[in-house]
């Protein structure tokens, strides 16, 4: 009995040394990521294969992009808040309302424009072809590609006829 509980209990601890032994092997590389000096850039440097002169471009581009960012975000966050405020009491749309909408339609334009903007001048640094993989990934993973309207099938079934699409 005794020794079945031992190869049981040296089993399980097999069973855990192996399995932190995979998992540290495993998580090496986003480990080793987290621990450099800028993580949220860290997997550009990997994916786009840069060197370290690039990747100190990139670095310095981020670092003046970011504060603008920053501050367009507080901005449309605040503005959300402001129209979030305002509807709590609306019954139509005012004149108000349609201004807000605009001024935050404004404000995410000119964001998008600057990040537009940001990621050509990020591209610009990579070698041309990472350059333009970048660009297609900023393209499909960004804000810069808008999402329709999820309306849903059911929903639309009940609010609309088969001839008219709203």
Known sequence: MKRGLLILALGLVGAVVAYCCVYLMGTAKPRAMMQSPQPELAWLKHEFNLGDSEFKRISELHAGYLPQCMERCRRIDELNDKLSNSLVSATQVTPELEKLLSERA???????????????????????????????????????????????????AATSTPDKHP
Do not use: I
């Open 106 to 156: 404004q404000m995410r334009a000119a964001c998008q424009a600057e990040m537009l903007k940001h990621f050509f001048e990020v591209s610009r640094t990579m070698p041309p072809e990472q350059g333009k993989r970048y660009l297609a990934w900023a393209r499909d993973n960004t804000c810069l590609r808008e999402q329709a309207m999820d309306h849903g099938a059911d929903n639309h």
